[in-house]
């Protein structure tokens, strides 16, 4: 059994429940919307780190990371796409087990034709009243069982931010 951290959405904030919760894991993926490369620094001291830009990555820092990936691991192929709208058909080519997507702020698990397509939700700073949230993915030689973690932030942790 092997277990992917997934988080989405920081906007420069990782909150301390987010790094406890993803102790343990063997690989994160960031779907965008990182806010600062020191996000990516702390989450590498976690686990090995595969993260693509969002569209609020825009400085220079931000052009190391792809637009979208395609990755292979622990025996399973994914695609990570930030925005999911911004997914076509022909995009994800034959093979994909599942698609990593953030950009929405609202977790989800959906699967589509065979496809598991996985929303972290927003592990960053509280917008529109939706939970704060990260996913965890442990994947099985025969299933893979996604996980979406709220971080019970209080509204008066928020209100001090």
């Known amino acids: 059994m092997s277990i ?4 989405s959405d ?27 490369p020191e996000i990516i620094d702390r989450l590498e001291a976690i686990a090995p780190v595969t993260a693509i830009r969002g569209n609020v990555d825009v400085a220079d820092w ?10 292979n691991l622990f025996g399973r192929s994914i695609f990570v796409v930030h925005d999911r709208k911004q997914l076509a058909g022909d995009n994800l080519g034959d093979g994909i087990d599942m698609v990593i997507s953030g950009h929405s702020h609202r977790a989800g698990v959906e699967t589509i034709e065979g496809v598991l397509f ?22 099985r030689s025969d299933v893979v069982l996604p996980l979406i973690h709220e971080l019970g932030v209080g509204d008066a942790e928020e209100k001090r931010r």
């Not at 894991?25 to 600062?36: F, Q, R, T, Y």
């Not at 996985?118 to 529109?128: E, H, K, M, V, Y």
């Open 10 to 36: 920081t906007h420069g904030l990782l909150r301390e429940q987010a790094v406890e919760l993803l102790g343990g894991v063997e690989h994160i993926i960031h779907a965008g919307d990182i806010g600062s």
């Open 118 to 139: 996985l929303n972290p939700g927003s592990a960053g700073p509280r917008r529109f009243r939706l939970p704060v949230t990260v996913a965890t993915l442990e994947i």
């Open 4 to 7: 992917i951290g997934i988080i």
């Open 62 to 71: 931000a052009s190391r990371f792809p637009e979208t990936l395609r990755l």
